[in-house]
């Protein structure tokens, strides 16, 4: 799978993000990965959640998985991230 198969969830809308699954569903790939970090991570369930109820319901959260990154901060220090990744199939 390529990174055009990827939707990272950031600041913008939630809808922004949807349309982006949409996009990428209606271009012929049969899966797209939503990755997000910290904050985002309830956005990027409310996108699949969305994406799966109100606009293609043939689609399934395939797998999930939750971990934890690990950053440098801006003062040299580690910092520690929750992060998930959701897959979504036809």
Avoid: C, P, W
Wanted: proline fraction near 0%.
């Amino acid at each position: 799978m390529g990174d055009d198969n990827i939707v990272f969830i950031g600041k913008k809308s939630t809808m922004a993000y949807v349309m982006a699954v949409i996009m990428q569903m209606n271009r012929g790939n049969t899966e797209v990965t939503l990755k997000a970090r910290g904050k985002a991570i309830s956005r990027a369930v409310d996108v699949a959640e969305i994406v799966k109820n109100k606009f293609m319901n043939e689609i399934k959260a395939h797998d999930i998985k939750i971990y934890t990154e690990e950053l440098k901060g801006n003062d040299d220090t580690n910092i520690k991230v929750s992060s998930i990744e959701i897959l979504l199939k036809k």
